[in-house]
Structure formats: C-alpha cells, structure tokens
C-alpha cells in the first residue's frame, strides 16, 4: 500500500528487531515494547502453528491437527480479535471518525501463517496528532513483535486518489474490509473505491490486462512449472482476484462456464486447493513464500494428503487451468461487455454468420445457432470444436456449457462427419490448443475421449519435458499437422500424435498399453481395420526410429532390418513413423530435436527404404455401369443421393466432356457451400462422368435441380465461378474484420503443399500428387489452374482427410516428361493451394543493405 510521510512504510523482523533496539521504541516510547505489546498475539499465533504442525494439545495430550482451511480460518479471527480488542482499548468506536480496514489476505479472509498484515487507518480530518498517537499504537506493537506490516493512514480522498492512480492499490482496495471503529467510514472508502473503479473501468481496463499479461510473462505458468509461483503465475491467485475485480466493475458474474463436475471442479474448488497449498508452504518453509521449491514439495503433498511430489503437480495444474481457463473467459467477458469507443461506435450490431451447421459466428465467439439442437445432434460437439480451430475464435463459454449440459454421447462408431471434424480439428496446428483446452476444462474433451482423464494433468517424470502428458500430446499434434504434406496419410498422422503417450500414467511400458488403448479409441471413431492397424502400429512404435537411430549401429544390416521387421516392411508406417519422431521430439522441450538427431533418423529411414518396398501408384476408380448407361444419352446430368451417414451425399455430374467442366462443377458445388471430402473423376466415350462426395456447410443441400441449372450457367459462360469464390472469401474475411474477430481465417497452411509426381502406364500422360491444406473452392481453382497452363486433366482421385487433402491428377500435354513441362505445371498448382506463411528475419537481418 502507498501511505503518507507520517507513520507508513512496511517492516519486516530484522528491520523491526532494529527499531526495537535503537529506534523509537527505546528512545520515549519503551513502553510500546513491553511484553504485553503484542507479544500474547504472537503466543497464540505460535500455539496455532504448532497445533497445525503437531496436533498436540496441553499437558501432552492429542489433539485434531488444524487442516489449511481451518489455520487460515483460525488466523483471521485470531488477528481480528487483536486489532479490534486494540481499537476498543484505544477508544475507536462506531462514530469516532476512525476505522481501521484491512486489506491483503485478512481482508480477503485469506490469511496464511507467515502473511504480511496489510492495514489502513482512516480518518475523517481528525486532529493529526491523535490520529498520530492512534497509528502509533497499533504499528509499533506489531514491529516490535517481528509481525510484518504494510500500512497507511488516510483520509476517504486521499485513499481515493491513491486507487485512482495506482492500480496494485486499486485491486487491493476493491477487497477492503472493515475491522474496528467508525464502520460508515470504512463503508465510504469500500462503496466510494468499488463506484470509482466500474465508472473508471473503459479506460482502466488496458492497463489492467497488460499488467497481467506481463506478470504471466515473468511467472510462467504454474501448470508447466517445475517449480512454480502460487501467487503470481499464470492460473495463480493474482488471477482469481482479477476475476473478482472484474466481476465488481460489472463486467463478468465472476464464475464463468464451469461446474463442479468439469475437471478442477470448478474455480471455487481450484482456488480452495491453491490456498491449501500455499498454506502449507509457508507452515514448511517457516516463512512467506509463494514458489513451491522441489524440496519442499514432498513434504506439502504428505501435509494435504495427496501423495508424493507427483501428486502435488498434478493437482496444481488442474487448478491452475481451470483458473486459467476462467481467465480467458473472464476477459474476453469483460472486453465485450465494456462500451465501445471512436469509430467501433459506429458499427453495426454483430450479426450471427453461419460457420458449419448449428454453428455461427457471434461477437468474435463461436455460438450455437438458434435452431441447434444439442440433444438430438451428438456431433455438434466436434463441429464447434473444429470451427473455432479453423476460425481461431474462441468457442462461447454458454455453449461450452449447453453442450455440456445436453450433448448426448457419440455412438460407436462416430458418424464420419463427426470423425472428419476431429481430423478438421487436429489440422489446425497451434489454434487446436486453446480449444482443446476449453473442451476440457468443461467435461467435453474427456467425453470424447474417456480414456484422456488418465493422462490430465499428469505431470513428466523427466526434467527434459517441457508439459504435463497430456498437453505434450496436444503439441505433439499441433507440430504434426505442420507435417501433414510429407505423408501420405495425414489424417493417421494428427491422430497418432494425438495419441502416442495416451498409455501413461496406468503402468507397464506405455507404448504396449497405449497400443490397445488406441486400438479401443480407433475402433470408437470408426477407422477401417487396415487404418486401425496402422495407427495402433504407431502408437506401439513411436519410439523405435529415435531409440534405434541413436542406440544403435546404423551401419550394421541386421539394425536396418530389424527396424523393417518390426514395421512389417510398411513403407506408410515407416514415413508416418518419421513424421511422428520429430514431432514428439520438438513437443518434448527445446533442444531435444537439432541436427544431429535429425540426420540420424533421417539415414535411418532412408536405408529402411531401400529394404521396403516402393510406393504405390495412384489409379482411377472404376466407373459405375449406370453412369455409363446414361452418359450414353447426352445432355447435362446431376444426381444428389444421400449415403449411409447423416449429413453426407453424393453427387454425381455427367456431361459432354469439355474444358472447363471439372473446375465449373467443383466451382457451383463450393458456391453452394458443399463441403467436398472425395471425388472420382472418370470420362466414358465423349462424356465426363464425376462422382463428388459432400456435405453442407450448414442446413440441407440444395436440390439437384438448382445445381444442374448454375453448372449449365457456368459452361455457358453466365457464371464466373472463380470471381464469385472470391467474392465469397473476401466478405467472410471482411465481415470478421468488422466484429473485431481475433481470429480472421488465414490463407496460409499448417504445412507446406508437396507436389509428387509418378509415371503413367500411357505415354504422353503423367500423374501428379498433390498434398496441401484444404480450402474453400480448392478443386475448382487447381482445375482452373491446370487447364491455363495446358494440362489436359484425364482422370482424377481426390480426397479430403480433416484439413488436408491428397489429390491424384492423371495429366496430358506435350512434353510432360520434362523438367521444364512439370515446373510449369507445379507453379500453376502451387499459385492456388494455401502456402505457409513466411518467415519475417529480424531486424538488420535480410534485404538489400544500404550503402
């Protein structure tokens, strides 16, 4: 606290033994450092300690040993007591003009064992020579007893001013409460301080969360913390009293979004379990202390009955997130909640913009429709989860709840939309943490995914692990998904790395375990048996490439074919494998992944290759002897036929083959806002005969006869599909920008596209792979892209897997076999795919030097 020049400051015991000796207590005022002083307020604090540490009684008898609850509890009246007893003797009463307010731990009722007494002696224009005396009698017993002590006199404008012009004051103020003398008084200050800070708050708020975020910038985060501070890291107290601040300027109800049941219990539950903590911190170091040093953490874990140091961690990060989660509830909240200023004044009211169905766009935050119906729609859940990852806005915390509270579980197996959300999800890199998060702190995450509660929170038994278990399973994913274009089964790939360690934490080796774990959890999603083998496969093998590459002689034959054995000789396995290797290593902490291991695996793989086999070459599917039949009639046909999964249709397109006609179709069907997950692209005596796999963005599909007549639009020129794409992109990007969305859809990719060309059985023909990050319309503009630089699309195989897709194009022109053919047919596609976005050097660093 900030005092005036008279009779302020705060002492600790060595200042305070100093004063003792040689300052005014032996210089007038002796009679302030006779042992009645204060010394019967430090006895009982001792007893107390020594109850809490001992459970003894008098006369050597047992008694209940006081738990952290009841010590705080036990604390606050004993100091209470004191300060009002003191007030009496010193003839503050209620009309007096004096009070004195407490703030700190005694005025949140919050007092630890080795806290600092934070007072404020308020007056109303008092003589200052008795308010003199008064503050005199109160701070020098307690010096002079060794109890630290932060303390100030004022009257209300002054306290005001302080508040008005410091913030750490104003937070301390806002939990003030009243202890002895004039009680209107202290009201004055708490009412007069509370009114200050909501009028305040519009241009106060700024301030207020840069000081936090800074404040986690120098704390960490206590969840991922080897030692960690209790008070002022990220999910630390700090933050609960910054909810509490909000919530008095009006701007949020102070408990956002959780229950009970949720991981954490809930913010009221993780606040209660830091206090214990922190509690039983100072009782073992014997002193104030905010960080949990690891030797001390043994001795905590046995003091709260949780168990050994592992325990202490673990239930430190589950409060800690549910905390941090309430946070970033709690200020996106307030952030909203405040009025809007300059020109922001001026916008319209947010409007709800649909993102997928029963999902929209509200505010910056992912919402529910009005027409959503979570207990009728299980997969609701993966589809708000992955429009938040795609979007990178934060999902509402009253939808995180309605689902919460009516979501039903997802039958086994998951609907493919369901499975193709999650995938959606797990693409997403970086923006899939926070909404991992927010679905677990809610119960969701771990509905999803039962087997998930075994792996949270647990924390690392090696020092090299940067995260808990289960957050490096999700940075894990996060780094895959910028690896997705290397592989040929990307899909496989985000799911591995989301499972590889999910064996921990139930004993035995974690890979065998985690192996039929995620044998259980692929068999739940609905993968087919050769797609659950190789997932299983990497789960059981995560560890066989890195252990192998840097245990083992490379050199030596039997080592490489030991590795092919184990893999069954799958080359898919292998590259999969490789991919995962470096992921888990970059998760792990920094330096675990570098050159060394790099090459070292990397020669590994290479000469596994050359004992595998080759790849497989990409082939057209047969067509179906309907289609054939009717291409045979002429004219321009569209189908729509629904499938054995909710929400998923075919589509199927026949007409005279003519340029153009891939890339005018795909184009109407995005137009349309039909999702594409496959495509099988074939031709028939004349006729193209296309056969798309989709599903709505949101509501129903158009009827087949409104697609029919937009395709004969856009082979007639009437449509510029392209343009209209286009169109379409820049008002979703500018209506976000409007809102003041943090999150505005990207064009650049997680990872980077890879283009990969193999051999036709035809001369003159060519088959190009190509991996990339999807986006709205992709088909229609690589189609394009290939018909302007003359390649003449034979056939086609496309597939969307999550946020990925790996389309196979059979292409002729003259002179496909060329470098300079292919370089040109490769700058085409890549001018349309989703780059990654590229790296800005520093400054000084790069770019043309001046003279």
């Not at 590259?575 to 695996?601: N, R």
């Not at 002897?625 to 002429?634: F, I, Q, W």
């Not at 005969?689 to 509501?699: D, E, K, T, Y």
């Amino acid at each position: 606290m900030h005092s005036d020049p008279r009779g302020s400051g705060s002492i600790g015991p060595d200042s305070a033994a100093s004063a003792a000796g040689s300052g005014p207590s032996s210089s007038g005022r002796t009679e302030l450092a006779s042992p009645s002083a204060a010394d019967d307020l430090v006895r009982a604090r001792r007893q107390l300690l020594l109850r809490s540490e001992q459970g003894s009684g008098a006369g050597g008898g047992r008694t209940r040993r006081l738990d952290a609850p009841a010590l705080r509890s036990a604390l606050v009246e004993l100091h209470e007591f004191w300060l009002t007893t003191k007030g009496t003797e010193l003839g503050m009463s209620p009309d007096c003009g004096l009070a004195l307010v407490a703030v700190g731990g005694l005025g949140r009722r919050e007092l630890l064992p080795h806290s600092d007494l934070d007072l404020i002696l308020l007056h109303d224009n008092v003589d200052p020579d008795v308010v003199a005396e008064i503050a005199d009698q109160f701070w020098y017993p307690l010096w002079d007893a060794h109890i630290k002590l932060d303390h100030s006199v004022r009257t209300i404008p002054q306290a005001l001013q302080v508040a008005a012009n410091d913030m750490t004051a104003a937070l301390g103020m806002l939990e003030a409460r009243h202890i002895v003398g004039d009680i209107e008084l202290s009201n004055l200050l708490i009412g007069g301080v509370r009114r200050q800070w909501r009028t305040d708050i519009r241009s106060r708020f700024d301030e207020l969360i840069d000081q936090t975020r800074s404040r986690w910038e120098r704390s960490g985060e206590i969840a991922h913390r080897a030692e960690p501070d209790l008070k002022s890291g990220r999910g630390g107290l700090r933050d609960v009293q910054l909810l509490n601040a909000l919530a008095i300027a009006q701007l949020t109800d102070g408990m956002p979004g959780l229950d009970p049941e949720s991981p954490g219990g809930g913010l009221t539950v993780a606040h209660g379990r830091l206090l214990d903590v922190r509690t039983e911190l100072h009782r073992v170091a014997g002193r104030a202390r905010d960080q949990v040093l690891a030797q001390d953490a043994d001795e905590i874990g046995a003091a709260l009955r949780l168990g050994d140091r592992f325990d202490l961690a673990r239930t430190l990060s589950d409060s800690a997130r549910t905390i941090g989660y309430s946070v970033d509830v709690g200020i996106r909240t307030a952030a909203n909640s405040l009025p809007r200023r300059g020109l922001s004044v001026l916008r319209r009211v947010p409007v709800r913009r649909p993102l997928d169905e029963g999902v929209v766009e509200h505010g910056g935050e992912v919402v529910l429709a009005r027409d959503a119906r979570p207990k009728k729609d299980p997969a609701l859940i993966t589809r708000v989860a992955a429009a938040a990852a795609q979007t990178g806005m934060p999902m509402s915390a009253s939808t995180l709840s309605r689902l919460a509270d009516s979501a039903p579980e997802l039958r086994q197996p998951w609907p493919t939309e369901a499975l193709s959300d999650l995938l959606v999800l797990l693409g997403s890199g970086t923006r899939m943490i926070p909404t991992i998060e927010a679905l677990d702190r809610t119960g969701l995450w771990g509905r999803l995914l039962p087997e998930w509660g075994a792996v949270r929170d647990l924390p690392p038994r090696d020092a090299v692990h940067t995260w808990t278990v289960d957050r490096h399973l999700v940075e894990t994913a996060a780094y895959a998904s910028g690896f997705t274009t290397r592989v040929s089964r990307p899909d496989l790939l985000v799911l591995g790395a989301l499972l590889h360690d999910i064996g921990k934490g139930r004993g035995g080796d974690h890979s065998i375990v985690g192996a039929e774990l995620a044998d259980q959890i692929g068999v739940r999603l609905g993968l087919w048996p050769s797609d659950l083998a190789l997932l299983t496969a990497m789960v059981r093998h995560h560890l066989l490439l890195p252990a192998t590459a840097t245990r083992r002689d490379l050199d030596d034959p039997a080592t490489v074919q030991k590795v092919v054995d184990a893999l069954g000789g799958d080359t898919v396995l292998l590259e999969l494998l490789h991919a995962l290797a470096e992921a888990d290593s970059l998760a792990t902490g920094p330096g675990v992944w570098g050159d060394w291991k790099s090459s070292l695996i990397g020669e590994l793989v290479r000469r596994c290759r050359m004992v595998m086999a080759g790849d497989v070459l990409p082939a057209p599917d047969p067509l179906d002897p309907e289609h054939v039949s009717l291409a045979a009639t002429g004219g321009v046909h569209v189908a729509l036929d629904t499938t054995d999964t909710a929400h998923t249709y075919v589509v199927t397109v026949i007409a005279p083959d003519a340029p153009g006609l891939l890339a005018k179709a795909a184009g109407v069907l995005a137009l349309n806002s039909l999702r594409v997950y496959s495509a099988s692209l074939g031709s028939h005596d004349g006729a193209a005969i296309n056969s798309f796999a989709v599903s709505p963005r949101f509501g129903s599909p158009p009827q087949a006869g409104l697609l029919r007549q937009e395709l004969i639009r856009a082979l007639a020129g009437e449509l510029d599909v392209t343009n209209a794409l286009d169109v379409k992109d820049a008002e979703s990007r500018e209506h976000q920008r409007e809102e003041g969305a943090t999150g505005v859809p990207s064009l650049w990719a997680q990872a980077p596209p890879r283009i990969i060309w193999f051999d036709a059985p035809n001369p003159g023909e060519a088959i190009l792979e190509l991996r990339a990050e999807d986006r709205v319309g992709l088909l229609c503009r690589l189609a394009f892209a290939l018909e302007r630089c003359g390649a003449d699309v034979r056939w086609a195989r496309v597939s969307t897997l999550g946020s990925s897709v790996i389309d196979a194009f059979c292409v002729g022109r003259d002179g496909i076999d060329t470098r300079s053919v292919r370089e040109d047919i490769e700058a085409a596609v890549l001018s349309v795919v989703p780059l990654t976005k590229p790296v800005t050097p520093p400054a000084g660093e790069g770019g043309a030097a001046g003279g």
